[in-house]
């Protein structure tokens, strides 16, 4: 406890993604005061062609009580 779970689009270079990862387990720490052991981060790359069928609608707009920050954004068709 807590797992982190990011998908983002394909092409962020890897230092980037590791970055990000380091930053999410480092804030995750402070605020639920839990040790890094407990923690784990996980990067998906889903392609642009099937974020709305694969992330949108069955993260996003088929569970909106697990969607604390929506996203600003409608892909087409949805």
């Known amino acids: 406890m807590p797992h982190i779970s990011v998908k983002m689009w394909p092409g962020k270079p890897e230092e980037k993604k590791l970055m990000l990862a380091r930053e999410i387990a480092r804030i995750t720490m ?38 604390v920050i929506p996203p600003g954004y409608r892909p087409e068709g949805y």
């Open 30 to 67: 402070e605020i639920l005061e839990v040790p890094e052991s407990s923690i784990s981060v996980c990067m998906s790359e889903v392609p642009r062609e099937i974020w709305g069928e694969s992330v949108y609608k069955p993260e996003i707009l088929d569970a909106p009580e697990d969607v």
